[in-house]
């Protein structure tokens, strides 16, 4: 019973986190739209920095190329492939044994609102991306749990011909991973 209940806390979290952010997206680019009205058109944009990290959560996207998205059958057989299960708030869960017990170690929702999948509907369902999150102080070893994370979106990017983001407009670069790499480290157990 105590699992269920730090399971559900779990994605009660990460669902709070994904409305975050994008409510924070939202205002982003509502402050960006009127913060480049008033610049001097002459002085460069500074590029957005990224934090791979935000309360815990690691996040990796997967978006459709542009003009394109994914869509219906396709979409759940990728997901399917990547051994991702539909679970709780009707989304989908990767799960593996520790120590002979089922663990939870990220989970994948529609970038696009409202983030979750109607199994009924799939055959009409289609969102420009994905979005894999992961509460890093939930997992048994936050190195193992990142590196399969990535490596799921990795071939969800492949199966889907998507591209890799840290954000929506965030291509994937080695830098990014190397970043999201050594923040794992400092969540390892001393």
Sequence with gaps: MENYIQFGLMLFVAAV?????????????????????????????IAETISPIKNNIVIISVWAKADSHFAS??????????????????????????????????????????????????????????????????VPDPEVAFECM???????????????RAGQHTPWTPVILDEYREKMKAFLPA
Excluded: W
């Design 73 to 138: 059958y396709d979409l759940l057989q990728a997901i399917s492939l990547c051994g991702l299960q539909y679970g709780d708030m009707n989304i989908f869960h990767y799960h593996t044994l520790h120590h002979g017990k089922k663990v939870h170690l990220f989970s994948l929702a529609s970038a696009t609102e409202p983030g979750e999948f109607d199994l009924n509907r799939m055959g009409d369902f289609s969102c420009k991306g994905l979005t894999l999150f992961m509460q890093i102080d939930r």
């Design 17 to 45: 986190f994904a409305f975050a952010v994008i409510l924070h997206n939202k205002r982003k680019k509502k402050n960006y739209f009127l913060q480049n009205e008033f610049n001097n058109p002459n002085e460069p944009n």
């Design 150 to 164: 990535y490596s799921t979106a990795e071939r969800l990017a492949d199966e889907l011909d998507g591209d890799l």
